[in-house]
């Protein structure tokens, strides 16, 4: 007999579905609450709150576990490739041979952006943060493709997914040459995803760009783990966006932006910039710690904590290895990777990160691969973004394919003023 939920309320009792997913987590239906009782619920940041049923990702925050369609993130790290796994979170299997191939070929084939695109980037100051350029360029690719992005029909929304993760490095490499005067590099299409992208950050019509392997390795690995996680706050905006039938476009772009907040994928920016301020300005670990517990102090430890993970955040000590091996191979010795690792030691030894289940997430290491492999620190979150874009689309994607599909409309608790008339409130 399928589980219920109880609830009584003043002297009747309403009885509500129990929903069981394919990982045992439980849910309360609460889909004719309002209907049965006249009663919502209020859940402040939703930390209690399911927002959908998906088949994409599983997270299980207290055994730190991590898979993208059933597979473990530590078994994609090793074996797969950026544009492989963002098929697998798109499609939802993992693609023979030939369909990689014209995975691959379809990317390929539309890195390249119009000329007209190009000249909006005239327009953003030198010093502008690329986020805001990305979400930016991100959400006027739309004026180019308006015969092709209705999110109901299946074939825009398959050349709209290839266009928006092609075309991505592109830009993202655009706004970084933009920023330091250098010549925008076009895309080449005899390189792999990766080395396009740091071909065209790198490279200079003044000499050649010897892609190294190594970084390129790096640089995939990071992208896997960065490529899907379940509602976090920036799918969570793009599945809202995408719920009004906005295009792909603009939902991307709203994720983009909701990306950019220090508390999400802004955090690997600020983690380095906390890192350079320990080392540049003579912080100590103790002081950093004191300043985080301090309640009067808005600062707090960037890169660790989580909504989900109340244990080691798997993408985290992934990276962390990673990190070793990259700098070891690269022949980098960085301080900021023995400060980070002091920070995390002092971290986990206290009580007020203990108690509260704080550990360090996938921004706490991140940052420093990124700079490792050249990229600058306000390009950190691009990257993050770059990685998240298959699993922002998997996420839309699976929400406009789903039968009964309804605009997202959370409903309130109203605790203004009760009605007042015009004159009245004119005399206060
Ligand atoms: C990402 O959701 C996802 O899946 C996100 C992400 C993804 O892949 O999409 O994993 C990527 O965004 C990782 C998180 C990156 N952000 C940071 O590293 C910023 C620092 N972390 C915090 O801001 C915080 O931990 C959050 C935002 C990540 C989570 O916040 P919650 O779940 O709302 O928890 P909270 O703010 O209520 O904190 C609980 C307690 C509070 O103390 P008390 O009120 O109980 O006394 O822990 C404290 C907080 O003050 N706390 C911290 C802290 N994080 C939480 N104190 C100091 N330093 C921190 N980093």
Redesign the pocket.
């Known amino acids: 007999m399928a589980e219920k939920a109880l609830i009584t309320i003043g002297d009747k009792q309403y009885e509500l579905p129990i929903i069981i997913g394919s990982e045992n987590e439980k849910a309360i239906d609460i889909t004719k609450l309002r209907e049965m009782t006249g009663y919502i619920t209020l859940d402040n940041?939703y930390l209690n709150t399911g927002a959908c049923s998906s088949g994409i990702t599983f997270l299980d925050g207290e055994n730190g576990i991590l898979r993208y369609r059933g597979i473990p993130i530590e078994q994609l790290a090793e074996k797969s490739t950026f544009t492989e796994v963002a098929y697998l979170l798109i499609y939802g299997k993992l693609p023979n041979d030939a369909e990689l191939q014209d995975w691959n070929h379809h990317l390929t084939r539309h890195t390249m952006i119009h000329e007209d695109l190009k000249r909006l980037f005239n327009g953003f100051p030198k010093d502008g943060h690329p986020m805001a350029i990305l979400s930016c360029l991100i959400a006027s690719l739309s004026t180019y493709y308006q015969d092709s992005y209705d999110p109901e029909n299946p074939e825009h929304r398959q050349i709209s997914m290839v266009r928006l993760i092609a075309k991505f490095p592109t830009l993202a490499a655009f706004a970084y040459k933009k920023s330091i005067g250098q010549p925008a590099v076009h895309p080449i299409n005899s390189l792999d995803y990766c080395s396009n992208f740091l071909n065209m950050m790198f490279s200079v019509p003044a000499e050649g760009y010897h892609v190294d392997p190594e970084i390129s390795k790096a640089m995939n690995l990071l992208l896997i783990l960065?490529a899907d996680?379940e509602q976090?706050?920036?799918t969570s905006t793009v599945r809202l966006v995408g719920s009004s039938l906005a295009n792909i476009y603009a939902a991307i772009s709203s994720g983009i932006c909701a990306l950019w907040g220090?508390?999400?994928?802004g955090?690997n920016q600020e983690v380095l910039e906390m890192l350079q301020g320990i080392k540049e300005k003579g912080w100590t670990v103790k002081q950093v710690i004191e300043n985080?517990?301090d309640?009067n102090s808005t600062f707090?430890?960037?890169?660790?904590?989580?909504?989900?993970y109340k244990n080691f955040?798997p993408r985290a000590k992934i990276i962390k290895k990673a990190c070793d091996n990259v700098l070891n191979k690269l022949g980098i010795k960085d301080p900021l990777l023995d400060i980070a690792k002091e920070l995390e030691e002092a971290a986990l030894k206290d009580d007020y990160f203990v108690q509260?289940k704080?550990y360090p997430?996938?921004?706490f290491y991140s940052g420093i691969i990124y700079r490792a492999l050249g990229i600058p620190t306000n390009m950190f979150t691009v990257m993050f973004g770059m990685g998240r874009l298959p699993g922002w689309i998997a996420q839309w994607k699976e929400m406009i394919e789903a039968p009964g599909m309804k605009i997202g409309r959370p409903r309130q608790i109203y605790t203004g003023p009760t009605e007042i008339s015009y004159s009245d409130a004119k005399k206060k």
């Open positions: 940041g960065h996680h976090n706050c920036s220090p508390r999400h994928g955090a985080a517990k309640k707090r430890l960037s890169g660790f904590g989580h909504r989900v955040d509260r704080l997430n996938v921004d």
